[in-house]
């Protein structure tokens, strides 16, 4: 079958299209024809090389973390699929590959597509809807009339994160650059900051939950907004202690990860906010609870560009930028 594939790691932005195998059908697995893959700044991340002490992938390696497709064929323990279903997942993380014609994805990370969405859009929604929603209701446990930031609130998480939270009831605060304001706003944002002539850390006080996805100082800032109590998140680092537990990494790499996170969760503790390292996971489950709030029409998709399997790299190398709009999709099948 047709994949991006890349067979080294580098900056430089490798990779290439070619031919490989089919995918392996396990007994837990459902084999889906892909029909939409988005692209996510971990794709970049993993070609780059920056994941290969924490997801020890084989090269070569084909990447990909999103996908809307068809079942073609399950394995012979799935009962919740059958061939000819419409789904959606973020794939397990040691299972990626979406850009490509076919992948087996374990039944336990797929889900039933919203029915009211294209393929394209659903491609969108899993690794960012389930970031939000393992940011703002697994750990923030986000409740009606709490005021939150969501940082980068045009980007791929943060256009869906904007949504969740006031669907949860939030007050919502984030940042973003002039020209995409009117636009975050209609998302549902109460307070949008132009980061380019405001610092939100003048402007926002008394919050009880942070999103980071941007740098340290970012990070750092967003002590300011916080009311002692809150909670600091961040999806973009550093990695907690708790983090490199759950990855069960090696000891040494545990002593680096808490020596990398020290300074912000030390600063944190002092104001009596707590800090959290988010690395999302699948679940077909909470791709299910995101489905029906997208079939209700509580959340939209926001979709910035569409490039075909065959235009991989430039649709890698426009998200790359960091000006993404929303999504960016690799439509698979033509028709
Ligand atoms: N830990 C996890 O599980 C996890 C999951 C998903 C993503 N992430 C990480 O989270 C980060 C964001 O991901 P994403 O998919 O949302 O990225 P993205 O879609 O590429 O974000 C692009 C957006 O960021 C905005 N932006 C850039 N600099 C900004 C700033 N200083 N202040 C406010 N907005 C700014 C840009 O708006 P302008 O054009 O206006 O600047 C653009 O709309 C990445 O580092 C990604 O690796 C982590």
């Not at 975050?184 to 003048?202: M, T, W």
């Not at 680096?256 to 002092?270: E, P």
Request: charged share 25%.
């Amino acid at each position: 079958m047709k994949a991006f594939i890349i067979d080294r790691y580098g900056s430089k932005g490798g990779g290439r299209i070619g031919q490989v195998a089919e995918p392996e059908v396990r007994t837990d697995d459902v084999l889906v024809q892909i029909h939409a893959a988005s692209v996510n700044v971990l794709d970049s991340k993993i070609r780059k090389g920056e994941f290969k002490l924490i997801l020890p992938y084989r090269l070569p390696l084909v990447l990909g973390n999103d996908v809307a497709g068809v079942v073609v064929r399950v394995g012979a323990n799935v009962r919740g699929f059958k061939p000819g279903d419409e789904v959606y997942a973020r794939p397990d993380q040691d299972r990626i590959g979406t850009f490509a014609e076919l992948i087996a994805v374990k039944e336990s990370a797929l889900a039933l597509k919203p029915s009211n969405l294209s393929m394209e859009e659903a491609a969108s929604i899993p690794l960012v809807g389930l970031t939000a929603w393992q940011v703002l209701v697994e750990t923030a446990k986000l409740k009606r009339g709490q005021k939150v930031l969501i940082h980068a609130g045009s980007g791929g998480v943060g256009t869906i994160a904007i949504q969740l939270a006031k669907h949860f009831g939030a007050f919502v605060a984030t940042t973003t650059s002039t020209s995409n304001i009117d636009w975050v706003k209609a998302l549902g944002a109460d307070i949008v900051i132009d980061y380019r002539k405001q610092h939100f850390e003048d402007a926002l006080h008394g919050y009880d939950v942070v999103l980071n996805s941007l740098g340290n100082d970012v990070l750092g800032k967003s002590l300011r907004v916080l009311k002692p109590g809150g909670k600091l998140i961040s999806i973009s680092g550093p990695p907690s202690p708790e983090f490199a537990v759950e990855q069960g990494l090696s000891w040494p790499l545990k002593q680096v990860i808490r020596l990398l996170s020290y300074r912000i969760r030390k600063k944190a503790k002092q104001q009596g906010i707590s800090y959290s390292f988010v690395f999302m996971r699948a679940s077909g489950d909470q791709l299910r609870e995101i489905g029906s709030l997208i079939d209700s029409g509580a959340i939209k998709p926001v979709i910035d560009r569409v490039y075909s399997l065959d235009s991989t790299a430039d649709a890698l190398a426009y998200v790359e930028n960091g000006r993404s709009k929303g999504k960016v999709i690799v439509k698979v099948k033509q028709p």
